[in-house]
């Protein structure tokens, strides 16, 4: 799979849902959603080998495992939450767009707080 396929893919269901959406505004917007999650389908390949090799340099560079879970919770988090934002601002609900991003940020916060719990205690170990 390369950007070619993913643009394909991308420039006919645009195409589709012009067409339909004149005639059929609900199968328009199921076309849009089902598009944006084959795509969504498509990446996830690659994903998974992002997080491997991630997980490989860590481990040869002897990083904490907990701190590399965290970034790529994080991550995660924030592409779940852009790509349901973005669906959602697709079919035009723009207000519950807005709460999955709000949603996302909280999720990142609480999974910020470990990280900034022990940075906090490194700096006041470093300061007494």
Do not use: H, W
């Amino acid at each position: 799979m390369d950007i070619m396929q993913i643009a394909i893919i991308g420039l006919v269901a645009a195409l589709l849902v012009s067409i339909v959406k004149q005639y059929r505004p609900d199968i328009a917007m199921i076309i849009t959603m089902g598009s944006g999650v084959l795509l969504f389908l498509m990446l996830l390949g690659n994903i998974k080998i992002i997080v491997s090799t991630v997980e490989v340099i860590s481990q040869k560079a002897n990083l904490d495992s907990i701190y590399l879970m965290t970034v790529l919770k994080v991550i995660g988090i924030a592409y779940i939450a852009e790509f349901g934002s973005q669906i959602c601002k697709d079919t035009g609900e723009g207000t519950i767009a807005s709460k999955i991003e709000l949603g996302g940020k909280v999720l990142i916060m609480v999974l910020a707080l470990p990280i900034l719990k022990a940075l906090m205690e490194a700096i006041l170990k470093i300061l007494s």
